[in-house]
């Protein structure tokens, strides 16, 4: 108990002084919305208890996926920094355990676990008490579940294969999620499965309505999870890293071609890229092969940009997660390291986009014009926008060999890793809509527009990398080696501007995209396909004559969303620039 209490201690004084400028502007956010959710599942409990259950089952899946994706979860107290205490493994688990119950989401989700109380009260008093412990337990088994998978994952991203088989099996199931109407609609499930009661996320709910096995269940899962987490941290500890001797060498004969053969190598032995790679992969496929259980094979052929976007966002801290060997870059004279990671990017992930674009737009009979359009197009802005966003917008990562015993973990930075990959995610996007729109439209026509458009965005934006990387190569450096951010970046702007300013701002760039990519760019091809009657996209509902003007409007609604997020901060920036 008392290596419980005394880790508590820690990560609350941790936390005290972590939350501060962006940092902490980003976790406000964070913390209304999961307020907001939390605040909707207790209104389920008011509905309905199916309802509730399938709300549930939400947050199970967000515990256990949600750190995966975002860079290996809650690290504050890692299991490395008690090696050498001799703690035996079940004692050290208990107290990361009670630590982690320390913290925002833990309590946003003990807030969405009211529902258990609000189901109890309406039951009786009985169940009522009955569904205090449930909301222990249940939250117990969340943060045990998501540490579990977290270690799992870390485990399997120290082997090659491991790392492969992860990223496949993430990307499934993110893009099973993202598709879950297809398969409601493909097996004729059309109200809340009752599979979500059996859930351990629904035990605690079947326990308040009387059925008490189901709280035992809870207590021996909560057990079976802390023993499971403790022989995971003990692996994890004393786990080796695997060794890389025995490759060929590989040489060039260029500045550039040398920066070529050390990406490529990169992208053949770090685990963590493999794990990027095979996700973009496995995402992009089976979300665009999901509709196939519907007979639909429409979005088929979009597997290789899809493929494209989401492995520019997995990339989209280029720089930042070489950690501090950018001094090498930046101490050898003339080398030109932008275009030699842009060519090495290319060279990773286009061969693999043109096979996708080509072989399924093949298989499902066109459309080939606007395939064909987006494939250079994206595949040129995406090799433009990795490296420029890369040093424009810098996420201070961990040096490769000082990574932690979760591999997911490359920088201490989340929000700012989440945001940089949204953010990339809608640029990519925008490169291609010139060439997607001239093709649908003009026919092949737009295919020329994609190629010039793809050569313009990687020739321009990579110049305009290359000419920061050497004007500010030593702040970049500064950056990764301290983690703050010289005081004339954009954070220093975003800090001068008042706390609705800020508001007003955050929303405008974090709900922009809504009307913008999905209302207004996917309507648009959604509607040039007719498919119509589409599942949320407006555009698709509409008369004929107000299809592309309904989508054209949300585009234009999306861009002045951003655009005001960009004038309320150079508004207020304008005064101190002069």
């Known amino acids: 108990m008392a ?45 309905g208890p199916d309802l509730l259950a399938a709300g549930y089952a939400v ?7 949600g750190p995966v994706f975002m860079g290996g979860g809650d690290e504050t107290l890692r299991p490395e920094y008690f090696s050498l205490l001799g703690l035996p ?26 529902g258990l109380l609000v189901a109890g009260v ?24 998501s540490k579990v998978s977290v270690a799992v994952v870390g485990l399997a991203l120290r082997s090659r294969p491991g790392a492969l088989a992860s990223g496949l099996i993430n990307g499934a199931i993110l893009a099973a999620l993202g598709q879950i109407w297809v398969f409601f609609w493909a097996f004729g499930q059309t109200g809340v499965p009752a599979a979500v009661w059996y859930l351990p996320s629904g035990w605690g709910l079947l326990a308040v309505r009387g059925q008490w096995w189901a709280l035992g ?10 023993g499971a987490w403790a022989a995971l941290i003990t692996r994890r500890v004393g786990a080796a890293r695997v060794s890389a001797g025995g490759r060929r060498p590989i040489t060039a004969g260029t500045a550039v071609g040398a920066v070529v053969a050390k990406e490529l190598r990169t992208w053949s032995r770090d685990l963590v890229r493999n794990h990027q790679f095979a996700f973009a992969l496995s995402y992009a496929l089976c979300f665009t092969a999901s509709p196939l259980l519907l007979g639909w094979d429409a979005m088929l052929p979009y597997a290789g940009p899809v493929f494209v976007v989401m492995a520019a966002a997995m990339t989209a801290n280029l720089y930042g997660t070489d950690g501090t060997a950018l001094w090498l870059t930046l101490m050898t004279p003339g080398a030109s390291d932008v275009r030699g990671r842009q060519l090495a990017w290319l060279s990773a992930h286009a061969p693999v986009t043109i096979v996708l674009a080509v072989a399924f737009t093949a298989i499902a009979g ?18 433009g926008l990795v490296p420029l966003i890369s040093v424009y917008a810098l996420v201070p990562g961990t040096d490769p060999h000082r990574r932690a015993g979760n591999p997911l973990r490359t920088s201490e930075d989340d929000g700012g890793l989440t945001g940089l990959a949204y953010l990339m995610l809608v640029l990519v996007v925008l490169t291609g809509a010139p060439a997607v729109l001239t093709a649908i439209r003009y026919g092949w026509a737009g295919v020329a527009v994609g190629a010039g458009s793809g050569a313009l965005c990687y020739w321009g934006l990579g110049l305009l990398a290359e000419r920061r990387l050497r004007a500010h190569g030593p702040e970049l450096l500064d950056v990764m080696r301290t983690g703050r951010r010289p005081r004339t970046s954009m954070t220093s702007r975003f800090d001068q501007l008042s706390r609705t300013q800020k508001t007003v701002a955050g929303w405008c760039f974090g709900f922009g995209a809504i009307p913008l990519i999905p209302q207004g760019v996917l309507a648009a091809v959604f509607v040039s396909d007719d498919m119509l009657r589409h599942s949320w996209f407006l555009a698709t509902y509409m008369p004929p004559g107000l299809r592309y003007p309904v ?12 655009g005001t997020g960009v004038w309320i901060i150079r508004r207020r920036s304008a005064p101190a620039a002069s």
């Open 3 to 47: 290596v419980a209490l005394t880790m508590t201690r820690m990560k609350l004084a941790v936390l005290r002084h972590a939350f501060h400028g962006t940092r902490a502007q980003m976790a406000g956010t964070g913390a209304v919305l999961g307020v907001l959710l939390a605040a909707g599942t207790v209104y389920l409990a008011f509905v």
């Open 59 to 65: 947050w199970l899946l967000g515990w256990m996926l």
């Open 89 to 114: 493994p079940r004692r050290l688990a208990t107290g990361l355990l009670v630590a982690a119950f320390v913290g925002v989401a833990p309590l946003v989700s003990l807030g969405a676990l009211l």
């Open 122 to 145: 309406r039951l009786g008093a009985v169940n009522a008490l009955v569904a205090v412990v449930a909301m222990v337990l249940q939250l117990a088994v969340f943060v045990l579940l």
């Open 217 to 226: 269940a809870l207590a021996v899962l909560a057990l079976l999870l802390l």
């Open 366 to 383: 066109g459309p080939w014009p606007p395939v064909l359009a987006l494939v250079p197009a994206l595949l040129g802005g995406a090799a």
């Open 551 to 562: 989508a054209a409007a949300f585009v234009l609604l999306g861009l002045a969303i951003y």
